[in-house]
């Protein structure tokens, strides 16, 4: 295999610099230079995928870690990641991995084979492409996807949603969940604290759910002061149950002082739960909190008699009573993925 992966979702530009046209940050990037998420490099008038293959480790995860409730709950995932990001989140909790460089973190060599072979190896049903944004590695969530798929394990991305029409359409082409951070619901939280936009990553859900069979989740981390107010919450939690469905998984996390956002306090529990309360008094069926021990936050209930179905204490399942997609009880059908 080549050192590096000549790249899609490109085009030359007149001066000698090249468009990338991956995620909506629309990068030109020079001779010899990177785009803003360090993976991406014009070597002699061509863009290259320089992380392609060369993840920085892999954990076998519980599902619910990333975090998917609906999608085979009680299984490992095998995760991943790569060097670098499309965002600038100053409150990153990855940023040891998200902010590096290819030269600055000890990564491993990984085919798409091999990839696929390890999860086999351990018995995972799924893959995460996962700790930092996999949509800067793209071209390696396709050829992993695709093997993954003719071997009957599923793909899941965890992602900020921050892609282009054009790339996102390649890129989910062979996958089956996702767990897409809706980080705020205002442009200006977006702009200030993340250096991107709210709109792409709204399009990238209604994409998702319109034009896919993507199980779809969210999350928000709730910072205080940042994103946690009652209007704003409301106002997320609406635009969710309008665009999205009232089955639409949402769940809130805590957030924990990290990379540049030291000064910030940890995320009340009270916090948590007036979201969760906010989420469903909007008519929103499945709302979580994570990052925190809660049992009855972390439950999953049924919406239409109200027993719980699937009890968690932070990541491991205590029952799931789930049968064949529905609820024991009353026989009402649960949202998700579940064999």
């Avoid at 979702?9 to 090249?18: A, S």
């Avoid at 054009?166 to 897409?180: H, P, Q, S």
């Avoid at 200006?188 to 993507?214: A, I």
Wanted: hydrophobic share 35%.
């Amino acid at each position: 295999m080549e050192r590096y992966k000549l790249a899609k979702w490109w085009e030359p530009l007149p001066n000698g610099k090249i468009l990338c046209t991956l995620c909506p940050r629309y990068c030109t990037i020079g001779e010899g230079q990177k785009g803003f998420c360090y993976i991406r490099e014009n070597i002699g008038g061509k863009l290259y995928s320089t992380g392609y293959a060369r993840p920085t480790g892999f954990a076998l995860d519980p599902i619910e870690k990333k975090p998917l409730n609906h999608f085979l709950p009680g299984t490992d995932v095998l995760s991943f990641g790569t060097a670098g990001c499309n965002l600038g989140c100053k409150f990153c909790q990855n940023w040891h991995m998200s902010k590096a460089k290819l030269d600055e973190i000890n990564s491993v060599y990984a085919t798409p084979e091999d990839v696929v072979a390890l999860a086999k190896k351990y018995g995972a049903p799924s893959i995460a492409y996962t700790y930092n944004d996999p949509t800067i590695f793209g071209e390696y969530v396709i050829d992993i996807s695709r093997l993954a798929r003719e071997e009957g394990i599923r793909s899941v991305m965890v992602t900020a949603g921050y892609i282009t029409a054009e790339a996102r359409k390649d890129v989910y082409r062979y996958i089956d969940a996702a767990n897409v951070d809706l980080k705020a619901f205002t442009e200006e939280f977006y702009h200030k604290l993340t250096f991107s936009h709210l709109q792409p990553v709204l399009d990238t859900l209604l994409w998702l759910k319109n034009e896919t069979d993507v199980w779809i989740e969210l999350t928000t981390l709730l910072i205080p002061g940042e994103n946690d107010s009652e209007e704003e919450l409301h106002k997320l939690s609406e635009w969710v149950l309008k665009n999205l469905g009232k089955e639409t998984p949402l769940h809130f996390t805590a957030f924990h002082p990290a990379f540049k956002m030291l000064d910030k306090p940890p995320t009340p529990y009270s916090t948590l739960e007036k979201a969760r309360q906010i989420g469903i008094s909007e008519g929103l069926n499945y709302v979580y909190v994570g990052n925190v021990h809660s049992p009855e936050g972390q439950t999953t209930f049924c919406p239409n008699c109200g027993e719980p179905l699937i009890r968690r204490d932070w990541h491991s399942i205590i029952f799931n009573k789930i049968k064949d997609g529905k609820c024991p009880y009353c026989g009402t059908e649960i949202a998700g993925v579940w064999k």
